[in-house]
Structure formats: C-alpha cells, structure tokens
C-alpha cells in the first residue's frame, strides 16, 4: 500500500469550541466534498479545557478525512496553526477557524482562482469585522496602522482565513522563527497572490477566544518581528534631545555668565521627568526585541504534540493504483 497525497489540506484551529465543534466541521466537510475529490481536515486543539477533544474522537469516527492534533497545552492560536501546516500534505492548503465566522461558502470560489487562475496565495479580507466591541475594532486600527507605518505591510482587514498553494507552505516551513505570526509570514513571502473580501458573520457560539492581553501580546511580536524601526526611533529621539540640550545648555550659561540665571527648580524637574519617561521606554523597547532574541535562541519546540489521530485509510491507495478516496467519500456518505 502506498500513500496518495489529499488535494486539499484544510487547517482548523480549535480552543474550548465543544459545542458547535462537530456541528461546524461537518459543515466544512460538506463544502469540501462538494468541491474536492480528495481532502483532509486537520484539526488542531489547542489545549481545550471542555470536552472539544472527546468530540472530534467521536467525529473522526464517520469523517475518515479527519486528522486531529492535540497540543499538550494553550499554546495559542499562531502556534496552534504552526501544527496544522506543518501537518498539511496537500497540493493546495486552506486555513480557517473552526467558529464559522471564516464563511465555508467561499473555498469553492478559492479553490477556483488556485486551480484555474493559477493564483498561489488567495486571502479572504475583511469588509467589515462584524459584531465586535468597539475598543477592539480601534484597537485593531491602530495595531494595522502602525504596522503599515513601521513595517511596510499593510494587512489592514487581513484574516488568517487564507488559500496556499503547496510550495508557499513549503517556502513558509523554512521559516525557523519560534515566534510567529501567520498573516505577517505569509505576507513576507510574496508569490502570485489575491483577495477576496468577506463580511465576518457572527460567531458560531460563545465569545471570541482571545483576551486583550492575548490581543496586545500578539501586536507587540508582530511589531517587534517585523520592524526595527522603533530601534531607530530610540537613536532619532536620542538625537533630537542632544540638539534641545546643546541649545538649552548655550542659554543656561549665557544667563549663568550674564548674571541672570533662572532660579527654582521647575525647569530642572520638567527635564529630569522627560528624560526619565524617555529612557524607561527606549529600555522598554530594546527589552521587546532582546526578550524576542531569548526566545529564538532558546530553541524551544513551537508546540508540544500530546495526541495526534489519523484515519490511516482515508489516503491510501493500492498496488493497482485505485484510490482510497472511493473509500473515503463512501465513509463519509455513512
Ligand atoms: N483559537 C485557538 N487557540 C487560542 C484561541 C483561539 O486555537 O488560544 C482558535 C479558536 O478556537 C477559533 C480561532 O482560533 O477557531 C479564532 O478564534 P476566535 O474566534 O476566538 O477569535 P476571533 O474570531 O475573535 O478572531
Ligand atoms: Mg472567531
């Protein structure tokens, strides 16, 4: 028996989803078996605390297309995600979320523009962000703009909801960083790319899964892995203040000299606070990118594999070379 290879690997990253887990993935199943002769679905549990792992076991029963991945802890979704590309065999690969708000109904129009129009990277881009806290969308705002501004890209409205062609994952594999962040990566590595814009529906059940430390967390290492610019901004901000206290330092003696010099202590007090403030936050930042070469060079795994379970038939094909995915597609009909 030899291995035939899915055409379409599709990556789902799950955390505590156990209530419409089941409900979600046969959807997303439905839509690929509509569209693919082969697929697999990956799903990725991140750690869940309820009982989403017992749900995809007993999913994987009547869904011989399913591969599921179980971290052996919350390592967060960027990492979560890491184990499903790095897990994908596909010859195109589609990462989404597992909450419905990434819209199944638009992979048949992805998976068009890969096979026909030759596209290798097809990003779904958010029109509009959909039910959100009004704080998180200007958080978003102002996370985007200053990444545009510091790094040059400009992933305003992007989603992790995206199409790869199999040699944009393997260029994505050799990125080593153990720190990463998938929208800014895949942006990075360039090849024949579009959109298409979607309007994010609301969430298939609970609240979103990310907190704003989380949220804050993940801006300052898509900042810090993508730009050295606040570095810079340290050297500039250095200089400006050599030339004030060039000019400020001429005035004082030339009053001292003059025999007019201020008294009180205001000046000195305003300076000594300013120049603190600015010394504590340029510390702060070489901090941010010292603490982001602690962890490269640690070298840690990305993520820890505590089960992992594959339909071992779903993908096989024979010495006469028919494929296992009659198979498959009978199984899943059940
Ligand atoms: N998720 C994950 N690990 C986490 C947080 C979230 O795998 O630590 C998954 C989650 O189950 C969902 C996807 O990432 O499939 C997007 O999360 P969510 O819907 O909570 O975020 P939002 O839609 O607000 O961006
Ligand atoms: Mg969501």
């Not at 297309?65 to 690969?93: D, P, W, Y």
């Not at 958010?126 to 040059?152: D, M, P, T």
């Not at 300052?220 to 610019?229: E, G, L």
């Not at 060079?297 to 995915?325: C, F, M, Q, W």
Request: with cysteine; aromatic share 8%; net charge neutral.
């Amino acid at each position: 028996m030899k291995r035939s290879l899915p055409e379409l690997s599709v990556i789902v990253p799950v955390y505590n989803e156990a209530a419409h887990i089941a409900r979600s993935l046969r959807i997303i199943a439905d839509t690929l078996k509509s569209i693919a002769a082969s697929f697999e679905l990956i799903v990725v549990d991140d750690g869940s605390r309820d009982r989403t792992w017992e749900q995809l076991v007993k999913l994987s029963a009547d869904l011989p297309q399913l591969t599921t991945i179980r971290l052996s802890r919350n390592f967060g979704k960027e990492l979560a995600l890491c184990a499903g590309m790095e897990h994908a065999r596909g010859a195109a690969v589609i990462v989404m979320d597992g909450d419905l708000q990434h819209p199944p109904e638009l992979i048949p129009q992805m998976v068009r523009l890969w096979r026909e129009e030759g596209f290798e990277v097809i990003e779904c881009v958010k029109e509009n962000r959909g039910e959100e806290a009004a704080g998180k969308k200007l958080g978003a705002q102002v996370f985007y703009g200053l990444l545009s501004y510091l790094s040059g890209y400009k992933l305003q409205g992007a989603s992790d909801f995206k199409l790869l062609d199999a040699k944009v994952v393997e260029s994505w594999r050799e990125m080593p960083e153990r720190v990463t962040f998938f929208r800014g990566m895949t942006a990075w590595l360039g090849y024949k790319r579009t959109t298409i814009s979607f309007s994010v529906p609301a969430r298939e059940e609970g609240a979103s899964r990310w907190n704003l430390f989380n949220l804050i967390k993940l801006a300052v290492q898509a900042i810090v892995s993508f730009s050295t610019i606040p570095l810079r901004l340290v050297s500039i901000i250095g200089a400006l203040f050599l030339v004030g206290s060039i000019a400020l330092g001429i005035n004082t003696l030339v009053q001292k000299l003059q025999g007019t010099a201020v008294t009180g202590f205001t000046t000195v007090i305003l300076l000594l606070l300013l120049i603190g403030s600015f010394l504590m936050i340029s510390l702060g930042i070489i901090g941010e990118y010292i603490a982001a070469i602690y962890h490269e060079v640690k070298g840690r795994p990305r993520y820890l594999i505590a089960d992992k379970h594959e339909n071992a038939l779903a993908y096989t094909r024979d010495e006469t070379g028919d494929s296992g995915d009659a198979f498959a597609a009978a199984a899943l009909d059940r």
